[in-house]
């Protein structure tokens, strides 16, 4: 299935503050939350947690305890509620044991109607209470000014922090592009392997990022030590785990996001389509030691990285069924019984990397049901001596494309 539509997309850029923020608003940051923390122990007492029901239930009294504040800020703060009252449900239902959440973070969130943003200047003109605005003024680097100067994009709800602003930005999804080739990913553990496809020519390409497998041990090892050094405090076990967590996702997020922007790039310079595996309803029967190892989750992440950067540009993306795919040989259509090496090796004489034979039977998947734009390619065309490499955990991604030819960077 290509991915689509009339959706709206959403994307919200981090601008950190030229100069503190002002007391006005600190007081501001302050009120809000206060109205959070309230409006969240009112939901829980009226077990409800969507907006509207808070805002009829609470807002009067709101009103009175709150005077001055501006009345969208105070909606805004029933909407912050209304979703922290809703993880918190679903933190419950899963059977997880925590207290009533309470919102520590100094933060405020103002809905487009709240605010101005003068897109030239990078200002943000925000209200407090009648008669009472500060000017917060934006860094604007060169990938802000992508965002403000491109009038395709109107702005949502922004969010103030002590030092920064998360503004976002929305668009309707661009229609998907016809494709002019495919790039065909088969996604590993450390690794995304596959193949490019355009007029008759096949070739291996490759994105590494086997230090994301190595983030994921370091942190594992830690948070064991920690649980161990920590057995007789359970609490700050706990909270030393979350954070060795919040850290994890971190450092890890930003290297997918690397990969994710190294084969976009790619795929939007050749007018490609995009065919990954659908990983849902992927489980491994093994142990519980390797299904930690081989976790799932940054590799769906990596997957909803690049199809939602795909989306943003236009690019189509096709996620075709993994069965067999890497047991199957793309010439003769023969399946293996077993998973071999390495390589993949047929009867027929057909031998490949065992992922970017992977890649090709994905590709051949989405070809032969007609989900790659109408394009052709006949796997016999491998060119076994080429390889591109997408991504080099090393060197970053692959310079920029110079126009002159097709093909760069092969090895
Ligand atoms: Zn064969």
Same mark, same amino acid.
């Given at each position: 299935?290509?991915?689509?539509?009339? %959706?709206?997309?959403?994307?919200?850029?981090?601008?950190?503050? %030229?100069?503190?923020?002002?007391?006005?608003?600190?007081?501001?940051?302050?009120?809000?939350?206060?109205?959070?923390?309230?409006?969240?122990?009112?939901?829980?007492?009226?077990?409800?947690?969507?907006?509207?029901? /808070?805002?009829?239930?609470?807002?009067?009294?709101?009103?009175?305890?709150?005077?001055?504040?501006?009345?969208?800020?105070?909606?805004?703060?029933?909407?912050?509620?209304?979703?922290?009252?809703?993880?918190?449900?679903?933190?419950?239902?899963?059977?997880?044991?925590?207290?009533?959440?309470?919102?520590?973070?100094?933060?405020?969130?103002?809905?487009?109607?709240?605010?101005?943003?003068?897109?030239?200047?990078?200002?943000?003109?925000?209200?407090?209470?009648?008669?009472?605005?500060?000017?917060?003024?934006?860094?604007?680097?060169?990938?802000?000014?992508?965002?403000?100067?491109?009038?395709?994009?109107?702005?949502?709800?922004?969010?103030?922090?002590?030092?920064?602003?998360?503004?976002?930005?929305?668009?309707?999804?661009?229609?998907?592009?016809?494709?002019?080739?495919?790039? *065909? /990913?088969?996604?590993? %553990?450390?690794?995304?392997?596959?193949?490019?496809?355009?007029?008759?020519?096949?070739?291996?390409?490759?994105?590494?990022?086997?230090?994301?497998?190595?983030?994921?041990?370091?942190?594992?090892?830690?948070?064991?030590? /920690?649980?161990?050094?920590?057995?007789?405090?359970?609490?700050? *076990?706990?909270?030393?785990?979350?954070?060795?967590?919040?850290?994890?996702?971190?450092?890890?997020?930003?290297?997918?996001?690397?990969?994710?922007?190294?084969?976009?790039?790619?795929?939007?310079?050749?007018?490609?389509?995009?065919?990954?595996?659908?990983?849902?309803?992927?489980?491994?029967?093994?142990?519980? %030691?390797?299904?930690?190892? /081989?976790?799932?989750?940054?590799?769906?992440?990596?997957?909803?990285?690049?199809?939602?950067?795909?989306?943003?540009?236009?690019?189509?993306?096709?996620?075709?069924?993994?069965?067999?795919?890497?047991?199957?040989?793309?010439?003769?259509?023969?399946?293996?019984?077993?998973?071999?090496?390495?390589?993949?090796?047929?009867?027929?004489?057909?031998?490949?990397?065992?992922?970017?034979?992977?890649?090709?039977?994905?590709?051949?998947?989405?070809?032969?049901?007609?989900?790659?734009?109408?394009?052709?390619?006949?796997?016999?065309?491998?060119?076994?001596?080429?390889?591109?490499?997408?991504?080099?955990?090393?060197?970053?991604?692959? *310079?920029?494309?110079?126009?002159?030819?097709?093909?760069?960077?092969?090895?």
């Amino acid at each position: 299935m290509v991915i689509v539509k009339d %959706e709206m997309l959403v994307k919200g850029v981090v601008f950190y503050l %030229e100069s503190d923020l002002p007391s006005e608003a600190k007081f501001l940051l302050e009120d809000f939350r206060l109205a959070v923390n309230n409006a969240v122990r009112v939901g829980l007492q009226a077990r409800v947690s969507s907006r509207n029901a /808070l805002v009829r239930i609470a807002y009067a009294d709101f009103r009175q305890d709150h005077p001055r504040m501006y009345a969208q800020h105070l909606v805004s703060a029933f909407e912050v509620a209304g979703s922290v009252l809703k993880n918190h449900r679903r933190r419950v239902r899963k059977g997880v044991i925590c207290r009533i959440p309470y919102v520590k973070r100094l933060m405020m969130k103002a809905e487009n109607q709240a605010y101005k943003l003068d897109r030239k200047s990078g200002v943000i003109d925000l209200p407090i209470r009648a008669g009472c605005h500060v000017d917060l003024g934006l860094i604007v680097s060169q990938y802000h000014r992508k965002y403000l100067d491109d009038t395709a994009l109107t702005l949502g709800s922004l969010t103030v922090l002590l030092d920064r602003v998360i503004v976002t930005f929305r668009k309707g999804a661009p229609k998907p592009y016809t494709p002019d080739s495919v790039i *065909s /990913l088969d996604t590993n %553990e450390r690794s995304l392997d596959g193949v490019f496809a355009k007029d008759d020519n096949i070739k291996a390409v490759k994105a590494e990022f086997p230090d994301i497998a190595m983030i994921q041990q370091q942190h594992h090892d830690r948070r064991r030590r /920690l649980q161990k050094k920590k057995a007789h405090d359970r609490r700050t *076990s706990r909270n030393l785990c979350r954070r060795e967590g919040a850290r994890e996702h971190h450092r890890i997020d930003y290297r997918l996001h690397e990969v994710a922007n190294a084969v976009i790039s790619f795929a939007e310079h050749q007018r490609s389509a995009v065919v990954l595996e659908d990983l849902r309803g992927i489980r491994s029967k093994r142990s519980k %030691e390797l299904n930690r190892r /081989l976790s799932m989750w940054p590799r769906r992440k990596l997957h909803q990285i690049i199809e939602y950067k795909a989306q943003w540009r236009g690019i189509p993306v096709v996620k075709v069924d993994p069965r067999n795919s890497s047991r199957t040989c793309p010439i003769c259509g023969r399946t293996q019984d077993s998973r071999m090496g390495a390589e993949f090796k047929c009867e027929c004489g057909w031998h490949l990397d065992r992922h970017i034979n992977a890649s090709i039977n994905l590709l051949q998947t989405a070809v032969s049901k007609g989900m790659a734009g109408g394009l052709r390619f006949n796997p016999g065309a491998f060119q076994h001596d080429v390889m591109m490499i997408l991504y080099d955990p090393v060197k970053g991604a692959r *310079s920029e494309p110079n126009g002159t030819s097709g093909v760069i960077g092969a090895t």
